[in-house]
């Protein structure tokens, strides 16, 4: 099987093996049987954060295929959601919004499944998981054995985890989430979302009107699904915003996204580097079929034909002209499979 036919780049070469796991118990056995065997492995689940190699994966490709939800929805006034790893992320949050289940709602729209958010600590319009997550249970391959891992074990910061950290050590097998209950959102934080809503920032909003101002959003970015929309055959935001000292800030263009954080450092916009290096939206590399997205600067897409080597090919362009142009590099946010950039 092509792993193109697993990833929302439609984009990888073949793999050796295929298994699929439809329960926990079948995620971990066909873990230890790779780990038994010395085979590589690699976990697919929603496949919307992958950038696979032309060339495929030499090993055992594991599909994380498992679903069930469990609900207490009165855990210290609030619900505990306790989700398995290959259930949809975007089927959760509409839940979420249906049941009254506060701190999700930012997040609606994005592909893939449970298991992948605590890695990337997944966030949008101003909420990330770490927010919500009260623990992960995974299977720890180092100590060959199921452990729960509370939040504070978990090492989250922007776009980072524990397990982001430790490649290859963790496999989550399911996510507990603590949520308030109530009809309205957790407070507003991202500007652009307030004003589509028509919020002060740090106000709050209908959980439902949230869902549907950030799905607007993203929709007019290339960054809700949509199998005829090549905007949207991309791994979602391809680079990661920097996070810069204070020094390194100072040296950035009068005009460049400043965003100070907690501890002094101040993040700017990969989106708007991009752009101001020369990037605009549609800028494809030679031959067109791999593309800046048309609708958003921070996409890499692909055009319907291209090969992985072609959506490599314009990731380097971009990254090396944001360098030339600023003296930052930016840090891609999808994990590379049998390729680099």
Not at 213 to 223: C, D, S
Request: one cysteine or more.
């Amino acid at each position: 099987m092509d792993l193109a036919q697993l990833t929302t780049l439609r984009l990888g070469g073949p793999a050796r093996d295929v298994v699929e796991a439809t329960t926990e118990q079948e995620l971990v056995d066909a873990v230890r049987a790779a780990d038994d065997a010395g085979v590589p492995l690699l976990l697919v689940a929603g496949g919307s954060n992958l950038v696979v190699g032309d060339a495929g994966f030499d090993g055992t490709v594991v599909l994380v295929r498992t679903t069930g939800r469990q609900v207490d929805a009165d855990a210290c006034s609030g619900a505990m959601v306790t989700v398995q790893a290959g259930e949809s992320w975007d089927a959760l949050v509409a839940l979420a919004v249906e049941s009254g289940w506060v701190g999700l709602e930012a997040l609606s729209g994005i592909p893939g499944s449970v298991g992948a958010t605590p890695i990337q600590n997944v966030g949008a319009y101003g909420q990330e998981v770490a927010q919500t997550i009260a623990s992960v249970r995974v299977y720890d391959r180092t100590e060959r054995r199921v452990r729960t891992l509370f939040a504070v074990d978990c090492g989250f910061g922007y776009r980072h985890s524990r397990f982001k950290a430790e490649p290859g050590r963790f496999v989550v097998l399911a996510v507990a989430f603590q949520l308030r209950l109530g009809d309205l959102s957790a407070p507003v934080a991202y500007a652009e979302l307030a004003t589509r809503l028509g919020v002060d920032v740090g106000d709050r909003a209908p959980l439902a009107d949230v869902r549907g101002a950030v799905l607007a959003l993203r929709g007019a970015k290339g960054m809700v699904l949509d199998a005829d929309d090549h905007d949207t055959w991309s791994a979602g935001s391809f680079f990661t915003n920097p996070v810069l000292d204070a020094d390194a800030a100072r040296r950035l263009p009068e005009e460049a996204p400043r965003f100070p954080q907690p501890d002094g450092t101040v993040k700017t916009s990969a989106a708007w580097l991009i752009q101001a290096a020369g990037f605009e939206r549609g800028h494809a590399a030679p031959g067109g079929r791999a593309a800046v997205s048309s609708k958003h600067t921070l996409a890499l897409t692909n055009r319907g034909d291209a090969t992985g080597e072609d959506l490599l090919a314009l990731a380097r362009e971009v990254r090396d002209g944001v360098r030339d142009a600023f003296g930052i590099t930016l840090v891609p946010e999808p994990v590379l499979v049998g390729c680099t950039i």
